[in-house]
C-alpha cells in the first residue's frame, strides 16, 4: 500500500466532506501505479483514508474510504454494498413505472461511489467507468453482478443488457484503454443496442452508439415536466397571439423540453447546432406524434440548425429592427426555454460563461412577451446557483424587464447532491414569469 502525502488544504478539506485531492495538492508524486489505491496523509503524518489514485487527471486522488490502508478486495466488498444501496435509494425516489423508466442509477461521488456512472433506458443499462482506478475488470464484475443480483425473477423478469460506454473527453484526460466491444452482459441471445424510453409520459428513442454523455439527459425529467407545467399556467392566465401560444427551446438536443412544450403549446421551435441532435429529435417527435395522436399533432414543432448566440441574435436584432422594444407581437414568444452546454470546464473559465450565460439571457428576456416564461438553465458546476441567479438578474436589468422567480431547480433525485461536495449540485433550473 502506497502513501500520498497531501497539504493541509486538502486534509481541512477532505475532513470537511470533500472527497477529492487535486495533483496541485501534493506533496510529491507517489511511485504507485496509475488506478491503485493510496492512504492519504495529512501533513503530520496522520492518516485521511484510502483513495483511488490517478497518474494523469488534475484530481489525483479521489477518497473511497475513510479506513486507511484498504485492500482491492476490501474495496471491491465495498463497490458492491454501495451499488445495492444506490439501487435502492433510486427504487424509493425515482420508482421504474410505464410513464417514467429512464433513470440515473448510479452517480459517482454522489452514491460514494467515485469515478462509477451508470444509467438505465428502459431495458438498456449504460456504464462509465471515468478513473484509471475503476476502469477495470473487477469492477465491471461487480457492477455486473449487482445488477443481475438486484434484477426481479421469475414471471416479473424484466430484460437487462448492459454496455459500456466510455466518455471519451474523461478517458483522454485519464489515459484510459478503450473497453472492449460489446455488451457486458444481456439476458438476449443478440443483446440489443436500442430502446425507447418513457420520460413523464413521452417516448424517445435511444441508441448505445448515439447522442451525448451516457446517451440523453435524465436530469432534466422533472425539470421538464415544471416547465410544461409552468407554461400551460402562464397562457391559461393570459390571452396569446392568434395563433396561439409560441415557444423556443435553445440548444434543444434530442428534442426533451420541445416535446414536453408542445403538449401546451401551438407552435415550438427547437434550435440546435447539432444535425444528428435535430435529427433524433424529430425521430422522437414521429414517435409520439404515433404512439399518442391526439397529443402532438395539435402542435407545429420546427427544429433548426443553429448557432445559439447567433440565432437569437438574429432574432434580437430582427425585433428591435423597428425600435428600442419588439415592433411586432409576433417577434415574440410565450415561452423561451436555454439549456446551453457546460460553458465553464474550469474554474478559469468561470469569468468568460458568465458573460455568455448573461448574453444568452438578455436576449431571450427581449423576445418573450409580457407574461411570457423563461425557462433557463446551467449545467457548469463551477458556477453556483448565486452566480447563476445574479447573472440573469442582471440581464433583466439590461433588457428593462421585471422577472418574477417562480421555481429554483436542480437535477431529478436519481441525480443527488452531497453538500459538502458542491461539484454534484451542478444542474440550476429557474423558471421565472417576465413581465413588461
Not at 175 to 188: C, D, E, M, V, Y
Not at 220 to 238: D, F, G, I, P
Amino acid at each position: 500500500m502506497f502513501t500520498l502525502s497531501v497539504n493541509r488544504r486538502a486534509a481541512d478539506r477532505l475532513r470537511s466532506g470533500h472527497l477529492w485531492t487535486y495533483r496541485s495538492d501534493l506533496a510529491a508524486e507517489p511511485e504507485a501505479e496509475p488506478g491503485s489505491l493510496v492512504t492519504l496523509l495529512d501533513p503530520r503524518g496522520l492518516p485521511l483514508g484510502t483513495a483511488l489514485y490517478s497518474s494523469a487527471s488534475q484530481i489525483a486522488a479521489r477518497l473511497v474510504s475513510s479506513r486507511p490502508g484498504l485492500t482491492r478486495a476490501e474495496y471491491l466488498a465495498d463497490v458492491r454494498i454501495r451499488i445495492a444501496e444506490a439501487l435502492d435509494l433510486r427504487r424509493r425516489l425515482a420508482p421504474s413505472s410505464a410513464a417514467n423508466n429512464a433513470h440515473r442509477i448510479i452517480f459517482s461521488e454522489a452514491d460514494n461511489l467515485p469515478g462509477i456512472v451508470a444509467d438505465r433506458y428502459n431495458d438498456l443499462v449504460l456504464l462509465q467507468l471515468l478513473t484509471q482506478g475503476t476502469a477495470q475488470e473487477d469492477v465491471r464484475s461487480v457492477f455486473v453482478e449487482a445488477l443481475r443480483a438486484a434484477a426481479p425473477s421469475g414471471e416479473g423478469q424484466r430484460e437487462l443488457t448492459i454496455w459500456e460506454r466510455p466518455d471519451a473527453r474523461v478517458g483522454e484526460l485519464e489515459q484510459l484503454p478503450a473497453p472492449a466491444r460489446g455488451a457486458l452482459f444481456s439476458t438476449q441471445a443478440a443483446p440489443p443496442s436500442s430502446t425507447i424510453f418513457a420520460l413523464n409520459g413521452l417516448r424517445f428513442h435511444y441508441d448505445v452508439a448515439a447522442g451525448q454523455k451516457t446517451g440523453a439527459f435524465l436530469d432534466q425529467r422533472l425539470n421538464y415536466a415544471a416547465a410544461a407545467r409552468a407554461v400551460a399556467e402562464a397562457v391559461s392566465a393570459r390571452r396569446s397571439g392568434a395563433d396561439g401560444p409560441r415557444a423556443l427551446d435553445v440548444c434543444s438536443y434530442q428534442g426533451g423540453f420541445a416535446l414536453h412544450l408542445a403538449k401546451v403549446c401551438a407552435q415550438v421551435t427547437g434550435v440546435d447546432a447539432s444535425r444528428s441532435a435535430l435529427e433524433a429529435a424529430e425521430r422522437n417527435l414521429t414517435l409520439n406524434q404515433t404512439h399518442h395522436p391526439s397529443l402532438l399533432t395539435d402542435c407545429q414543432v420546427d427544429w433548426m440548425e443553429a448557432d445559439a448566440f447567433a440565432y437569437l441574435r438574429h432574432l434580437d436584432d430582427t425585433a428591435r429592427a423597428g425600435g428600442s422594444r419588439p415592433s411586432s407581437s409576433k417577434s415574440l414568444f410565450d415561452a423561451i426555454v436555454l439549456d446551453p452546454p457546460a460553458f465553464a470546464k474550469s474554474r478559469r473559465a468561470v469569468e468568460g460563461a458568465l458573460r455568455g450565460y448573461k448574453e444568452l439571457n438578455l436576449r431571450a428576456l427581449r423576445l418573450l412577451a409580457p407574461g411570457g416564461t423563461l425557462i433557463t438553465n446551467s449545467c457548469s458546476h463551477h458556477i453556483s446557483m448565486e452566480e447563476f441567479t445574479a447573472v440573469v438578474a442582471a440581464a433583466a436589468s439590461d433588457a428593462r424587464r421585471k422577472v418574477q422567480l417562480l421555481e429554483r431547480r436542480a437535477a431529478a433525485p436519481d441525480h443527488p447532491e452531497i453538500l459538502t461536495l458542491p461539484e454534484t449540485g451542478y444542474l440550476k433550473c429557474l423558471i421565472c414569469r417576465v413581465e413588461g
